[in-house]
T-cell receptor, first 113, second 116 residues
């Protein structure tokens, strides 16, 4: 069965520090991978998605993620955290045409001034 | 263009009551989904639909029903509410036209349901 593991339910960083949110997937076939962000009391918004065109994917708000097949990982990074980045982040995977996404449990990012 | 809208935003139900969560999208999307979100558990798929008249079960369908009579609307029905159905419910939609699974799902703002 498809699954996504997000390491760390809560990550705390200082403003200006590197953000690294980890995501690993289980797969025997190439997946399609997504990162979504959820701000408090809101729905989910797409940050970026991997569609096999390039292993390094750039998204909105300065975030990017790198697909590493050998490590079955799709970690999300941002060079410099901003207070407005505080939110919950979800990694999700899909394996075939327009099938529903399977979500990880989420990582809550806190940014300390 | 409102995107995906959900009503109500909040609701408190008593055990055994029934209700319908409404979801409407104005993007002419073929695919629609219902998820529930519980703290620390991520989102779990309840039901989804690939077009009007076609629905399918997700990971956690028990206690819920859906229908899709139009492209725009995808209501979720709770029969005999139970405390285990206390959750935040999200509706989402996607066009269903993108190659492979590259399609972006657009989410509504959610309905927070408490069953007491």
């Amino acid at each position: 069965a498809q699954s996504v593991t997000q390491l760390g339910s809560h990550v705390s960083v200082s403003e200006g520090a590197l953000v690294l949110l980890r995501c690993n997937y289980s797969s025997s076939v190439p997946p399609y991978l997504f990162w979504y962000v959820q701000y408090p009391n809101q729905g989910l918004q797409l940050l970026l998605k991997y569609t096999s065109a390039a292993t390094l994917v750039k998204g909105i708000n300065g975030f990017e993620a790198e697909f590493k097949k050998s490590e079955t990982s799709f970690h999300l990074t941002k060079p410099s955290a901003h207070m407005s980045d505080a939110a919950e982040y979800f990694c999700a995977v899909s394996y075939s045409g327009n099938t529903p996404l399977v979500f990880g449990k989420g990582t809550r990012l806190s940014v300390i001034a | 263009n409102a995107g995906v809208t959900q009503t109500p935003k909040f609701r408190i139900l008593k055990i055994g009551q029934s209700m319908t969560l409404q979801c409407t999208q104005d993007m002419n999307h073929n695919y629609m989904y219902w998820y529930r979100q519980d703290p620390g558990m991520g989102l779990k798929l309840i039901y989804y639909s690939v077009g009007a008249g076609i629905t399918d079960k997700g990971e956690v369908p028990n206690g819920y029903n859906v229908s899709r009579s139009t492209t725009e609307d995808f209501p979720l029905r709770l029969e005999l509410a139970a405390p285990s159905q206390t959750s935040v419910y999200f509706c989402a939609s996607s066009s269903g036209l993108a190659e492979g699974s590259t399609d972006t799902q657009y989410f509504g703002p959610g309905t927070r349901l408490t069953v007491l």
